[in-house]
């Protein structure tokens, strides 16, 4: 039996829902806080396709996988509604917008030289992201931290991943075995269901089919095709010393390290693209980063300029900008293909377990953590918007960002405080929100007042 759809025919219509993925495609800006927000308040609030519950049980499962872990909640989220295809769909169309976007700014790039347009053009949008980032941190960690134990949980998680840079996955596992031990020593904690008064959540998402083993080996042999036959055609046909070879095995070993999220492997993809292999120069790669930023999809899109410009500038016998576009398509896919592989792998064990006491208990103790680790990027995004130049301080074994006071962009921080008051104070319409965002950050840009 193959889980290709849940067990019954979910209320969510596929038609909706890919119109819904295609909206969060577009307008999923701000890196992995400001993307896991834009769902919450979509998926959870607006849609209520999904509880609070299914949510960050999806959420804790991605936060442990390599690679985008917004893109993966999607997809899983996607697989939960419709099946393999809802997975596909949704995964896709997450990164989709975002890619063809970095591939026109690659485009540009090359043939004017100059991306200051389009950095006008995003900056509005950026600047309202913060209201989505700070929405959803007030929302999940209303919901998700029911106990004082869990708020200090959460505090301990956010020190010791912005003050001591501690390793994500460290923070999960030892999250994880807190929990472990507070399902017996302290259960009205850990088990949301044991405390006195707690209510049973609703959820209309009905339990997947499980495959078993014939499903996982269906999986692999997909990924297989789909992942490494690629990867051997281009050795045997163009070599190692190829470009096209040489991005297709550097983002392969990028796709299973990439734990912790973007941040974790952008310093790491800037060292191998400039210092190894010469793709780009420094100030490109910085250029390539804030435009990421400033672009829907996830953070580490940047890959997609990093493998045109590669390609670009060694075409071989190739068009210069054809060789660009198929080494940014090359490039992303290569990393993209395992995060759908993970989900489709792991998401039936996962869903399967879901029950369990002990991974319940666990699974409170990582949500916990998992909004501390939220707090930080949203911290970190929110002093790269605001602030021209960020230093980082080193003492006592913290490293702490500090921000340069005389650098800070008032016109975003004045954006921002507005886009905030619209949302949580008069509730207006997320759309509506990033649109006059943006068309007051290009009126900004224009004026040279940004």
């Given at each position: ?231 051997a055609l281009l050795l045997a046909t163009l070599g190692a010393q190829h470009v096209f070879t040489q991005e297709a095995i ?17 310093a790491y993809m800037n060292q191998q693209a400039v210092a190894r292999y010469g793709w780009l120069m420094p100030g490109e ?166």
């Amino acid at each position: 039996m193959i889980p290709t759809r849940p067990a019954t025919v979910p209320a969510v219509a596929f038609s909706e829902a890919l119109r819904v993925w295609l909206k969060i495609g577009f307008i999923s800006f701000g890196g992995p806080a400001g993307q896991i927000a834009l769902m919450h308040r979509i998926l959870v609030d607006e849609k209520r396709w999904v509880s609070e519950t299914r949510f960050l049980h999806a959420l804790n499962y991605c936060m442990l996988l390599p690679g985008p872990e917004a893109q993966q909640l999607a997809t899983y989220i996607g697989w939960l509604l419709h099946g393999t295809r809802g997975g596909i769909v949704a995964g896709l169309l997450f990164i989709l917008p975002g890619f063809v976007l970095m591939s026109l700014i690659a485009v540009a790039y090359v043939v004017y030289g100059d991306l200051g347009w389009m950095q006008g053009l995003l900056f509005g949008m950026q600047a309202a992201t913060l209201a989505i980032v700070i929405e959803a941190l007030i929302r999940v960690g209303k919901k998700a931290l029911k106990h004082r134990a869990l708020y200090a949980l959460a505090a301990i998680s956010f020190v010791a991943i912005f003050a001591f840079g501690m390793p994500f996955p460290l923070i999960v596992l030892a999250a994880g075995l807190i929990g472990l031990l507070g399902s017996r020593l302290a259960p009205p904690v850990f088990l949301p269901g044991s405390r006195p008064g707690a209510a049973a959540e609703h959820d209309s998402v009905p339990d997947p089919v499980h495959g078993g083993a014939s499903w996982s080996l269906r999986v692999l042999l997909c990924g297989v095709l789909l992942w490494g036959v690629p990867i051997a055609l281009l050795l045997a046909t163009l070599g190692a010393q190829h470009v096209f070879t040489q991005e297709a095995i550097f983002f392969s070993k990028m796709a299973v390290v990439t734990f912790g999220g973007a941040y974790a492997v952008l310093a790491y993809m800037n060292q191998q693209a400039v210092a190894r292999y010469g793709w780009l120069m420094p100030g490109e790669m910085l250029q390539g980063l804030a435009l990421a930023e400033t672009t829907p999809g996830p953070l580490i899109m940047v890959l997609t300029y990093v493998g045109f410009l590669g390609a670009y500038r060694d075409p071989g016998s190739l068009p210069p900008l054809l060789s660009g576009l198929l080494g940014g398509a090359l490039s992303t896919w290569v990393t993209f293909v395992p995060c759908f592989l993970w989900i489709f792998l792991g998401a039936p064990y996962i869903e399967r377990l879901r029950g369990n006491r002990w991974l319940s208990a666990a699974l409170t103790a990582i949500t916990a953590a998992v909004v501390g680790v939220i707090l930080n990027l949203s911290i970190w995004f929110a002093i790269h918007v605001l602030f021209a130049q960020v230093d980082t301080v080193k003492a006592f074994g913290l490293a702490l960002p500090l921000p340069r006071l005389a650098s800070l962009n008032l016109p975003a921080l004045l954006l921002g405080l507005a886009a905030i008051v619209a949302l949580l104070r008069y509730r207006v319409n997320l759309l509506l929100t990033l649109g006059i965002s943006a068309a007051i950050g290009i009126a900004l840009k224009l004026s040279g007042l940004a």
